[in-house]
């Protein structure tokens, strides 16, 4: 081995990842530690950055419908545009408001009267019990209980029990000013990432602009096209996707909303939203909306429950077959099977919000994969019919014969 200078750096920086990996193992606490204080900061412009995100996808359209005024008009177009996404985003949440809480109210009552009934029918039901209670007595009668030490335990686990909740009651005012101080936090974070998130979209050209200088500043000039690249991808795959998903949820709601309403199921409208709302999350998202519409309709009828759940099948299973891969999978360029894994994947690692992410990252390294498999199979001239096996003839490397002319068959060659 020759020890020049590149070989020494080589050598150098694998002692110390070693070095630097085997310090991580023996001090995982501290570690675990610096890393949770270290999200605690970055959190709300983490959450800024999700916020700009989700609201440059309309709010770039707006823009773009828009138009340009001229030089007066181009520095109120971007406040417009926010201004009018903020208001399609809030006219949505305030429909969605006005459909679920009168429906919502419906349900409460219909489950308040059913109780009612309940407590109306519950004399006779204790009256009958009362009548039967001699046969009661003697089966009771023919068991072997011992009464007193039933008893004697029944008052040790009431003492136990009297003791846990006195520490329960001192244990549930220091937990209740937890929870009030984490929903101070969260709502501080909320409002801190908003604010952000509206710095992004008011300058995201200037950002833009400077990301770039800094990253051909500091890297090779291949490599940071390359970043770029996959950067633009990332971005583009992104917005499709949430393009996609918002369709998919549209488009399922409005499917049980109609199939509800020619079967005259209760609560057509109420289930369709909240269908719509639940799509939202991949895969799982409908079955959520199921159970809650299952429930809103056992409340009134139990045989219609039964009717609600054959059709969540037939459309689920139409949902999950047609619509959800070719409207999500094409809108990231990502085959079926895989959106199936993404959301699987993403559901074991990071629950709903791993749903979310692991389908469009999984689009920009399939993307990415293919392209460099592309390129290895290009640079290494490999034969098109050893990559279709289906486009090969069928008995291998059998080579076709040309038709006999006419002096062949009558020799008989």
Known sequence: MNFDKKTVRTVALAAFAVLAGYWCLQNLSPIE???????????????????????????????????????????????LAFVLTLALVAGVL???????????????????????????????????????????????????????????????????????????????????????????????????????????????????????????????????????????????????????????????????????????????????????????????GAFIGCGVGVLLILMVDPVQALLFIVLFLVLQQIEGNLIYPRVVGSSVGLPSIWVLTAVILGGKLMGISGMLVFIPLCSVLYTLFRQYVKDRLAKKKISPAKLDPDGSPPHGNVEKRPPATGAEKRSGA
């Open 33 to 79: 530690k610096a890393l949770k204080a270290l999200m605690g900061l970055v959190s709300p412009f983490l959450l800024g950055c999700a916020i700009a995100f989700i609201l440059n996808v309309p709010m770039r359209a707006v823009e773009r419908h828009l138009g340009d005024g001229g030089k007066h008009m181009d520095r109120f177009r971007r406040p």
């Open 94 to 284: 305030a429909l969605a408001s006005l459909v679920v809480v009168p429906n919502l109210g419906d349900a409460v009552s219909s489950v308040i009267q059913q109780a009612q009934s309940f407590l109306t029918r519950l004399p006779a039901t204790l009256a009958e019990l009362e009548a039967r209670l001699p046969e009661l007595q003697a089966v009771m009668a023919g068991l072997e209980i011992d009464w007193a030490t039933l008893s004697g335990k029944a008052l040790e686990q009431l003492q136990n029990l009297g003791r846990s909740l006195v520490g329960v009651g001192v244990g549930g005012v220091l937990s209740g000013m937890s929870i009030v101080g984490s929903v101070v936090s969260s709502v501080s974070t909320f409002f801190i990432g908003l604010v952000f998130a509206i710095y992004l979209l008011f300058q995201k050209e200037k950002l833009g602009r400077q990301v770039r200088q800094c990253l051909y500043a500091l890297l090779p000039e291949r490599t940071a096209d390359r970043v770029l690249e996959i950067a633009a991808l990332s971005n583009r795959t992104f917005s499709h996707f949430l393009s996609g998903q918002c369709l998919e949820a549209v488009i399922l709601g409005s499917m049980f909303t109609v199939s509800m309403a020619i079967f005259r199921m209760h609560y057509a409208l109420l289930v369709g939203v909240t269908i719509s709302f639940t799509a939202l999350i991949p895969v799982i």
